[in-house]
């Protein structure tokens, strides 16, 4: 059976499609792995040198219309498929809350046609939109874990805690077999105290809520972040060996612990 693991939080540019993408680069080493990209922004197909804009079908078109997932999946890289988003996912929620009459379950629109790849893949690492919302939601519901990214920032902890609560909310009353699979600290700066301090204070946090958070912390590194943009591909898949790629390599070893 596939793992199916959101990378979530109500946070924007605290390395969600970062993390997916350069998992994804990793565990296609000797796995196959479905990266479901639900956030308009298509960054994920962008991190493997792909328009969001080319496809001419996509998730919008699965969970909207029904279609069948596997008509929207295309190959990104040697065991890397994805299921890609676009501009049409901005329109998702108006669509579906214009028209409730049609969608009874408006949180189980990816759950019917999840089944139909299901089986095709050792992992779905699912890439989320910054807000919690409609698509949110659908995502949560077919997900068997949650990864979520922190950034330690002088608000963050406050965040993180209601994020955490989200979820659990969530799991209660759509999906109680999800798990959080773990907090990782995200664009860390050891040099800098606060930095510190706050991965402390989270760390002590999340011991006491009996949640993981990852010893692998994903450092600032805009050197090599910006691979990406050169490259068409993630860090793990091009970068031979720097502290970056390290980092993604560490978490993935905490992950199949
Ligand atoms: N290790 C890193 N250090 C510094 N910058 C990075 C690092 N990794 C990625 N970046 C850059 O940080 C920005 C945000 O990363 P990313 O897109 O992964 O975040 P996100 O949470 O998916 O954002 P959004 O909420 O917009 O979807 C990007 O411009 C990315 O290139
Ligand atoms: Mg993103």
Same mark, same amino acid.
């Given at each position: /059976?596939?793992? +199916?693991?959101?990378?979530?939080?109500?946070?924007?540019?605290?390395?969600?499609?970062?993390?997916?993408?350069?998992?994804?680069?990793?565990?296609?080493?000797? *796995?196959?792995?479905?990266?479901?990209?639900?956030?308009?922004?298509?960054?994920?197909?962008? *991190?493997?040198?792909?328009?969001?804009?080319?496809?001419?079908? *996509?998730?919008?078109?699965?969970?909207?219309?029904?279609?069948? &997932?596997?008509?929207?999946?295309?190959?990104? %890289?040697?065991?890397?498929? !994805?299921?890609?988003?676009?501009?049409?996912?901005?329109?998702?929620?108006?669509?579906?809350?214009?028209? /409730?009459?049609?969608?009874?379950?408006?949180?189980?629109?990816?759950?019917?046609?999840?089944?139909? !790849?299901?089986?095709?893949?050792?992992? !779905?690492?699912?890439?989320?939109?910054?807000?919690?919302?409609?698509?949110?939601?659908?995502?949560?519901?077919?997900?068997?874990?949650?990864?979520?990214?922190?950034?330690?920032?002088?608000?963050?902890?406050?965040?993180?805690?209601?994020?955490?609560?989200?979820?659990?909310?969530?799991?209660?009353?759509?999906?109680? *077999? /999800? @798990?959080?699979?773990?907090?990782?600290?995200?664009?860390?700066?050891?040099?800098?105290?606060?930095?510190? @301090?706050?991965?402390?204070?989270?760390?002590?946090?999340?011991?006491?809520?009996?949640?993981? /958070?990852?010893?692998?912390? !994903?450092?600032?590194?805009?050197? %090599?972040?910006?691979?990406? &943009?050169?490259?068409?591909?993630?860090?793990?898949?091009?970068?031979?060996?720097?502290?970056?790629?390290?980092?993604?390599?560490?978490?993935?070893?905490? +992950?199949?612990?």
């Amino acid at each position: /059976m596939s793992r +199916i693991i959101a990378i979530s939080t109500n946070k924007g540019g605290v390395l969600k499609t970062s993390i997916t993408t350069n998992l994804a680069g990793i565990l296609s080493k000797d *796995s196959k792995v479905l990266i479901i990209d639900s956030d308009n922004q298509g960054n994920a197909s962008l *991190s493997f040198g792909l328009q969001p804009d080319d496809f001419e079908l *996509s998730l919008y078109n699965v969970m909207v219309d029904g279609m069948n &997932a596997k008509k929207a999946i295309v190959k990104a %890289y040697e065991n890397v498929d !994805i299921l890609p988003s676009n501009d049409d996912m901005s329109f998702l929620e108006f669509d579906i809350l214009t028209n /409730m009459h049609e969608y009874k379950k408006p949180f189980s629109l990816l759950k019917s046609k999840i089944k139909d !790849i299901e089986s095709d893949y050792d992992y !779905i690492l699912i890439d989320t939109p910054p807000n919690l919302g409609l698509t949110q939601g659908n995502v949560l519901s077919v997900s068997h874990e949650v990864l979520i990214p922190f950034q330690p920032e002088s608000y963050s902890m406050r965040s993180l805690v209601k994020m955490l609560n989200a979820v659990k909310n969530f799991k209660e009353d759509h999906n109680p *077999s /999800m @798990e959080v699979l773990g907090v990782v600290a995200t664009l860390v700066d050891r040099r800098t105290v606060l930095h510190d @301090e706050i991965v402390q204070e989270c760390r002590k946090y999340c011991y006491e809520k009996g949640i993981k /958070m990852f010893y692998a912390e !994903i450092p600032k590194a805009i050197r %090599y972040a910006s691979s990406v &943009a050169y490259e068409g591909l993630p860090a793990t898949l091009t970068a031979k060996n720097n502290d970056l790629v390290k980092a993604y390599h560490d978490l993935k070893g905490e +992950i199949l612990q």
